[in-house]
């Protein structure tokens, strides 16, 4: 019978820790951009909302995005 030992604890220095580092970090960037905050606030929206101020969920994403964008 053999033995085997699955629990691979990494210690120290890691090239995949790095990247990973730098990929959490790109993705706090991105998604610190007013844009993309913007965007989340429409998100979490209802519908509900929209009608009561008379646009619809459409018109609003257009209106965030028409000056960036031509659409």
């Not at 990929?23 to 009561?52: C, H, W």
């Amino acid at each position: 019978m053999a033995l085997a030992n699955t629990n691979h604890v990494e210690h120290g220095f890691s090239v995949t820790s790095i990247f990973a580092g730098i990929g959490r970090a790109m993705v706090r960037i991105a998604e610190a951009q007013p844009l993309v905050i913007e965007m989340e606030k429409l998100n979490k929206t209802s519908d509900e909302d929209f009608t009561a101020r008379g646009t619809t969920r459409d018109k609003a994403i257009q209106k965030l995005f028409q000056s960036r964008f031509y659409i």
